[in-house]
């Protein structure tokens, strides 16, 4: 199972960063995919997920409004794009994968984690 994170990097406050996670070695329109962040000296927390077939999705209350995920099963591909970026959103993000919708916030599989700096 891999999942490879892509698309961070810095970028000023206001700005936008769009982050890919391709996945492979799994059967991708089965899983539930999310992402997570962890910023130094913080717990790692869910930051938005998303269902097997894009039904359903759930938002951090810090992030709504101004992240939206999305997936392609035909690229086994998920996307998180960040809008009105702010500092605070500064962290490791890391893509990752569950069998169920109800267990997003334990998942299986994790990505290596991509980093995202918001700074002037």
């Known amino acids: 199972v891999q999942l490879g994170e892509s698309g961070g990097g810095l970028v000023q406050p206001g700005g936008s960063l769009r982050l890919s996670c391709a996945a492979s070695?799994?059967?991708?329109?089965?899983?539930?995919m999310s992402w997570y962040r962890q910023a130094p000296g913080k717990e790692r927390e869910l930051v938005a997920a998303?269902?097997?077939?894009?039904?359903?999705?759930d938002y951090a209350d810090s992030v709504k409004g101004r992240f939206t995920i999305s997936r392609d099963n035909a690229r086994n591909t998920v996307y998180l794009q960040m809008n009105s970026l702010k500092p605070d959103d500064t962290a490791v993000y890391y893509c990752?994968?569950?069998?169920?919708?109800?267990?997003?916030?334990?998942?299986?599989?994790w990505g290596q984690g991509t980093p995202v700096t918001v700074s002037s």
């Open positions: 070695g799994f059967t991708f329109s089965w899983y539930a």
């Open positions: 998303i269902s097997r077939g894009g039904s359903s999705t």
């Open positions: 990752s994968a569950s069998r169920n919708w109800a267990n997003r916030n334990a998942p299986e599989y």
